[in-house]
T-cell receptor
Framework: DAKTTQPPSMDCAEGRAANLPCNHSTISGNEYVYWYRQIHSQGPQYIIH???NNETNEMASLIITEDRKSSTLILPHATLRDTAVYYCIAPWWDNQGGKLIFGQGTELSVKP | EADIYQTPRYLVIGTGKKITLECSQT?????MYWYQQDPGMELHLIHYSYGVNSTEKGDLSSESTVSRIRTEHFPLTLESARPSHTSQYLC??????????FGEGSRLTVL
C-alpha cells in the first residue's frame, strides 16, 4: 500500500463544505485512492474512489491532483450526521485481489 | 444495502473459553476480511480470504484462526480467550477487494 497522510482532526460548520485532504506522494500509477468513513464504532462505509480524474457521486466529490500525489474529499454541504472518521487509502493489488489497510484517518466534527 | 451478518453482536465470556465469531454474507462475494478495532483506535486487518479454502494472515498478528469452507461463511475462532482479546471484531466482504461491505461488528469482552 502507498502510504497516506491525513490530518488527525478537522472541524466544519453545518451546511458548509468539508474539504478533507490526503497526501499519497508514493502512490504508483495504477493505484486507486479510496475513501471510507466510520461513524462512531460502526463498520466503515465506502464513499468514493478514483484513479486520475475527479469523481463525484451522491455522497461526495473526490479531487485528485494532476501529479496524483494528493487528493481532497469534499462533502459539499456537511450535516451533523457526517461527523465521523474519514480514511484515505491507496491499496495495493495483485492478480488475486488486495487488502485495505486503514490508517488513523481524519476525525471530522461537524458543528451546529 | 449490504447483506453481511455477524453474530453474536455482543459477547462476554470468561478467560480460557473457546469462542467462534460468525460472519455470513449472501452476496456471493469471493473476498472476505476480519478486522480488529479497540475503542478509539485504528482498524487492523487480522485475516483475509480470496475464496474457498484460501486464508491469509493480515498485518496485525492475531491468536485467532479462520476458515473458509463455504463462500458465504468466514468464521473466526479463539481457542482460549484472554482479556487481551477484548475488542471489536469487524467482518467485511467484497467482489473486487476495493469496495468492502462491513458487518455491524462483534464486541467481545473477556473477563
Amino acid at each position: 500500500d502507498a502510504k497516506t497522510t491525513q490530518p488527525p482532526s478537522m472541524d466544519c460548520a453545518e451546511g458548509r463544505a468539508a474539504n478533507l485532504p490526503c497526501n499519497h506522494s508514493t502512490i504508483s500509477g495504477n493505484e486507486y485512492v479510496y475513501w471510507y468513513r466510520q461513524i462512531h464504532s460502526q463498520g466503515p462505509q465506502y464513499i468514493i474512489h478514483g484513479l486520475k480524474n475527479n469523481e463525484t457521486n451522491e455522497m461526495a466529490s473526490l479531487i485528485i491532483t494532476e501529479d496524483r500525489k494528493s487528493s481532497t474529499l469534499i462533502l459539499p454541504h456537511a450535516t451533523l450526521r457526517d461527523t465521523a472518521v474519514y480514511y484515505c487509502i491507496a491499496p495495493w493489488w495483485d492478480n488475486q485481489g488486495g487488502k485495505l489497510i486503514f490508517g488513523q484517518g481524519t476525525e471530522l466534527s461537524v458543528k451546529p | 444495502e449490504a447483506d453481511i451478518y455477524q453474530t453474536p453482536r455482543y459477547l462476554v465470556i470468561g478467560t480460557g473459553k473457546k469462542i467462534t465469531l460468525e460472519c455470513s454474507q449472501t452476496m456471493g462475494h469471493d473476498k472476505m476480511y476480519w478486522y480488529q478495532q479497540d475503542p478509539g483506535m485504528e482498524l487492523h486487518l487480522i485475516h483475509y480470504s480470496y475464496g474457498v479454502n484460501s486464508t491469509e494472515k493480515g498485518d496485525l498478528s492475531s491468536e485467532s484462526t479462520v476458515s473458509r469452507i463455504r463462500t458465504e461463511h468466514f468464521p473466526l475462532t479463539l481457542e482460549s480467550a484472554r482479556p487481551s482479546h477484548t475488542s471489536q471484531y469487524l467482518c467485511a466482504s467484497s467482489t473486487s477487494g476495493r469496495e468492502l461491505f462491513f458487518g455491524e461488528g462483534s464486541r467481545l469482552t473477556v473477563l
